[in-house]
């Protein structure tokens, strides 16, 4: 049957998530398929059902099981359109997924919704796991302080600057980060297509090794500043 897609929504390039509970949606199995799904472009449900159903297939078939487990596990996460449709709306409304356009079909009336991925890319920046205070971990601060005085000679440390340079430290890296794949967005989303979310998470770890070597010198200052011999 001919048909005509009309888009009103093109995915943004990266989108940054400044929450956890978004990082927990894109790693659960029962979503990622989804994603994964909706890289090429956008989908009608039913459309979105054969391919999540062809996705979930694979992966069961990479995984060392009897072919009976395999049956079985495919039974359990195989999706029907209407559990699809309930998932859409999640992600619809924690912003991850949008309605991309319609389907106008020759002949009918009635329009069936295009479902699309709101990025190409979607990096995770909580900033509450940047932000460090004496009076929320100072424990853990406390800790840190007697490790360093430990191979420092016993200098003491000071644990209130510590909580300030460490803080000015990780916002640095997440502020560096988020502008190299601003400034890069096309040439990453290229190179990043069949990556999942918690590959490029794990990329981004390397990334801020790297970042952190790159400024050393600056952040050696920054941490001597805590340190009185």
């Known amino acids: 049957m001919e048909y005509h897609d009309s888009i009103i929504y093109e995915e943004e390039a990266i989108k940054i998530l400044k929450d956890a509970k978004y990082c927990d949606l894109l790693n659960n199995a029962k979503y990622s398929p989804i994603f994964i799904a909706l890289r090429k472009g956008p989908l009608t449900i039913k459309e979105l059902e054969t391919v999540y159903n062809s996705i979930v297939k694979k992966d069961i078939d990479k995984m060392n099981l009897e072919d009976s487990e395999k049956k079985e596990l495919q039974e359990n996460m195989f999706r029907k359109d209407k559990t699809l449709y309930k998932y859409m709306s999640k992600l619809r409304k924690c912003g991850l997924i949008v309605e991309a356009g319609k389907r106008f079909k ?93 590959d490029i998470h794990k990329s981004l770890k390397g990334l801020s090794m790297f970042l952190f070597i790159r400024n050393a010198s600056s952040f050696e200052e920054m941490f001597e500043k805590c340190i009185k011999k």
């Not at 479902?115 to 890319?121: H, I, N, Q, Y």
């Not at 929320?136 to 200098?155: Q, V």
């Open 106 to 198: 020759v002949g009918q009336t009635a329009a069936e919704t295009l479902f699309g991925r709101a990025a190409k890319l979607y990096l995770m920046d909580d900033k509450s796991e940047r932000t460090f205070s004496i009076a929320e971990d100072k424990k853990y601060l406390s800790f840190f302080a007697k490790l360093i005085s430990l191979i420092t000679d016993g200098s003491k440390v000071s644990v209130d600057c510590l909580a300030e340079v460490m803080t000015n430290f990780l916002t640095q890296i997440s502020e560096e980060t988020e502008n190299i794949f601003k400034t890069y967005s096309k040439e990453t989303t290229e190179f990043a297509v069949d990556m999942s979310f918690s």
